[in-house]
């Protein structure tokens, strides 16, 4: 199966920028990759998705600000977030399946912590 290990993650002041990376063990290029989050006592939510054809999907609360891309031929994908709320304060993880509405398919990785905090 396809391990995931995510990096990127830090120390952000509010309106700031972050470049999420999501190494893949496996390729990737047949798969739907997501982006998810968890925060402190809330649960794992779907932020940002992209099929194997280049469809989008993003969570209402990070559209126009987040951007999910992928380079297959690296078996990367990237998240990245501009114009960061205290509220996107969360560990972020990667995951894949065989659409993007279903992205949850591999084990969860340890994630990368992203604080946005003055």
């Known amino acids: 199966q396809v391990q995931l290990v995510e990096s990127g993650g830090g120390l952000v002041h509010p309106g700031g920028s972050l470049r999420l990376s999501c190494a893949a063990s496996?390729?990737?290029?047949?798969?739907?990759m997501g982006w998810y989050r968890q925060a402190p006592g809330k649960q794992r939510e779907l932020v940002a998705a992209l099929s194997s054809g280049g469809t989008t999907t993003y969570a209402d609360s990070v559209k126009g600000r987040f951007t999910i891309s992928r380079d297959n031929a690296k078996n990367m994908v990237y998240l990245q977030m501009n114009s960061l709320k205290p509220e996107d304060t969360a560990v972020y993880y990667c995951?894949?399946?065989?659409?993007?509405?279903?992205?949850?398919?591999?084990?969860w990785g340890q994630g990368t912590q992203v604080t946005v905090s003055p």
């Open positions: 496996g390729t990737i290029f047949r798969l739907a």
């Open positions: 995951n894949f399946g065989p659409t993007i509405a279903t992205t949850t398919l591999g084990s």
